[in-house]
C-alpha cells in the first residue's frame, strides 16, 4: 500500500461546479498534512495547510479525519484558473520529517 | 526576499554520465529536500538534508547522493545516469515552524 494515495484523476468540472479530492495516508503516526497546487511542469506551490479542525480560505476548505486516516480538500464555485493537479502531503515524524506527497489528482475545469 | 533557487534549469546528459544538480535555500531556512518528478509521474523523495546532516534518503540507488553546505546551500549528485533517470528534480526548502515546503522551479534533466 502507497504511504500517501489520491483519488484517481483527471476531474472535468464546469466552471461553478464544488468538486472535493480525498487523500488517504498509510501512517497513523503521521502529524501534520498540506495540501500543494502543481501547475503543468512547474514546481508545487503550497495552497494550504490542514488543521485538525478543518480550514478554510475564501473558496478552499480542508478537512482531516485522523481516524479513518484520510485528508480531503473541497474546491466551491470552480474558476478556469483552478485548472492543475493538486497533490496532498504528509509529513511523518517517526519515519525522520520525510514529506510524502500523494501523485496528485489533476483538475480541469471547463467554460 | 529571494525564493529557493535552482541551477541549471536544464541539463542534456548521455547515459553513463555524471551530473550535479544545485539549490539555494531561502534565508533562514537550513532543510533541503530533493524530490525526482518523471514526466506524468508524481513527485518522489530523494534526499532531506538538515543543518548540513543528511536526515533521510529515498528508494532510490546509491548513486543518488548529495550534500549540504554550512551556508545551507545543497547539492544533488547522480552518478552513471541512465534513460530513466530523465526527470525533473525540485529541491525545497522548510520552514522550520510551519513545516511548509517552498519549491525552486526545477531543474529538467534529459538523458540520451
Known amino acids: 500500500r502507497k504511504e500517501v494515495e489520491q483519488d484517481p484523476g483527471p476531474f472535468n468540472v464546469p466552471e461553478g461546479a464544488t468538486v472535493a479530492f480525498n487523500c488517504t495516508y498509510s501512517?497513523?503516526?503521521?502529524?501534520?498534512f498540506f495540501w500543494y497546487r502543481q501547475d503543468c511542469r512547474k514546481e508545487p506551490k503550497l495552497l494550504m495547510s490542514?488543521?485538525?479542525s478543518g480550514n478554510e480560505d475564501g473558496r478552499f476548505t480542508a478537512q482531516l479525519n485522523r481516524a479513518s486516516q484520510y485528508i480531503s480538500l473541497l474546491i466551491r464555485d470552480s474558476k478556469l484558473s483552478d485548472s492543475a493537479t493538486y497533490l496532498c502531503?504528509?509529513?511523518?515524524?517517526?519515519?525522520?520529517?520525510?514529506?510524502?506527497f500523494g501523485q496528485g489528482t489533476e483538475l480541469s475545469v471547463k467554460p | 526576499e529571494a525564493g529557493v533557487t535552482q541551477s541549471p534549469t536544464h541539463l542534456i546528459k548521455t547515459r553513463g554520465q555524471q551530473v550535479t544538480l544545485r539549490c539555494s535555500p531561502i534565508?533562514?531556512?537550513?532543510?533541503v529536500y530533493w524530490y525526482q518528478q518523471a514526466l506524468g509521474l508524481g513527485l518522489q523523495f530523494l534526499l532531506w538534508?538538515?543543518?548540513?546532516?543528511?536526515?533521510n534518503r529515498g528508494n532510490f540507488p546509491p548513486r543518488f547522493s548529495g550534500r549540504q553546505f554550512p551556508n545551507y546551500s545543497s547539492e544533488l549528485n547522480v552518478n552513471a545516469l541512465e534513460l530513466e533517470d530523465s526527470a525533473l528534480y525540485l529541491c525545497?526548502?522548510?520552514?522550520?515552524?510551519?513545516?511548509?515546503?517552498?519549491f525552486g522551479s526545477g531543474t529538467q534533466l534529459s538523458v540520451l
Open positions: 502531503v504528509v509529513n511523518n515524524y517517526n519515519q525522520g520529517g520525510k514529506l510524502i
Open positions: 525545497a526548502s522548510k520552514d522550520r515552524r510551519t513545516e511548509k515546503l517552498f
Open positions: 538534508y538538515d543543518e548540513g546532516e543528511e536526515r
Open positions: 534565508s533562514g531556512h537550513t532543510s
Open positions: 490542514v488543521y485538525s
Open positions: 501512517n497513523s503516526a503521521s502529524q501534520s
